[in-house]
């Protein structure tokens, strides 16, 4: 790949987009495309941030743009749980773009803010205008300085490849088609959330744990200690979760909390790996205001909502394991079996 040009056209939104599409195009895994030296990889970082910053803070009154689009399959699919599709878009997002970029972005160096009618258009693609927005210049930007230089910017967050796991482990395990060991996964849940009562990953492990309550009262737990670790693991965060409750008054009101439990376990087992990380937590907010997901951030994680999950969750759990396990007598350490 030859250099697009020693320094990017900052004069116009379209100039700069077209700059940025050749620079995609070349990065994004094209057959033909040959190795780029690091003197070149540079040079183009640079020009890249210089569009950004340009940009990005230029008035605009769209909702939405196409680089969001990048990633806005992503944040779908995590919306959705579909894991699938989080395994095909976290490759390389940008490169399943670069068709499309080739395509579109032709017409508009051809006719450049003629918006109303352009030839040969996909009006799927959206506006042509919203195309030459100075914010979809910067977004793209951004999104090609991410395979110039490896780093992952922060307007695109991903979640890392043991989340990814993680969620499909643990969906399988609600589906009854466990591709791993339930008792193992339901135990780390249980041990992590112990561990974690005013962490920031608490109401995802919770959301979790609680998901997979048919499951551990099914029969399908050998292991009394499972259980046991799963009611360690509601007793740990309780304590924390009523202190918080009654500190502050829940700004949500009464109809302001997710319905939990009513839906498909498989689902919230997605909203709750999504809470345990960082990154996910990230892709949460960005799916809540792009509005793939109704709950907001702060409603799915507030203290008033994990409060009675959680109380409930561990009177559940409680009640399962002296079903399946019998009910151990702490006066003597002697236990109970089912039937007695």
């Not at 029969?219 to 009654?246: C, K, N, Q, W």
């Not at 919230?268 to 907001?296: C, K, M, N, Q």
């Not at 909502?305 to 396990?325: G, S, V």
Request: aromatic share 4%.
């Amino acid at each position: 790949m030859s250099n697009p040009v020693s320094s990017p056209p900052l004069d116009s939104p379209r100039a700069s987009l077209l700059w940025t599409a050749k620079v995609l195009v070349s990065l994004g895994g094209q057959d033909d495309a040959r190795p780029v030296p690091q003197k070149e990889l540079a040079d183009i970082a640079r020009g890249l941030t210089a569009i950004d910053h340009a940009f990005r803070e230029q008035p605009c009154d769209h909702g939405w743009h196409p680089c969001e689009d990048t990633f806005g399959d992503l944040t779908d699919a995590l919306a959705e749980g579909d894991t699938d599709s989080l395994d095909e878009t976290e490759e390389d997002p940008l490169a399943a773009k670069c068709e499309e970029i080739t395509q579109l972005l032709p017409l508009l160096a051809a006719h450049g803010h003629a918006a109303d009618a352009v030839d040969g258009w996909d009006a799927s693609a959206g506006e042509p205008e919203v195309w030459l927005c100075p914010r979809t210049a910067a977004g793209f930007a951004r999104a090609a300085g991410e395979l110039a230089t490896g780093r992952r910017h922060a307007d695109w967050p991903r979640l890392a490849e043991p989340d990814l796991e993680r969620m499909s482990d643990l969906r399988s395990i609600a589906w009854d088609y466990p591709n791993c060991d339930p008792e193992v996964a339901l135990s780390s849940l249980g041990d992590e959330l112990a561990a974690a009562p005013e962490d920031a990953s608490r109401a995802g492990l919770l959301l979790c744990l609680t998901a997979l309550g048919d499951y551990a009262g099914s029969g399908r737990i050998v292991e009394r200690a499972t259980l046991d670790d799963m009611i360690d693991g509601f007793e740990a965060v309780i304590p924390a979760l009523r202190r918080e409750s009654s500190a502050a008054d829940c700004p949500h009101g009464p109809h302001g909390h997710p319905v939990f439990g009513d839906g498909d376990p498989a689902d919230d087992i997605a909203t709750g790996v999504l809470l345990a990380a960082p990154e996910g937590r990230a892709l949460y907010d960005l799916a809540f205001r792009r509005g793939a997901v109704v709950a907001s951030p702060g409603s799915v994680q507030c203290p008033a909502f994990l409060l009675p999950l959680a109380e409930h969750a561990r009177e559940r759990t409680r009640a399962d394991r002296d079903r399946l396990f019998g009910r151990q007598d702490l006066r003597d350490g002697q236990e109970q079996g089912p039937d007695e």
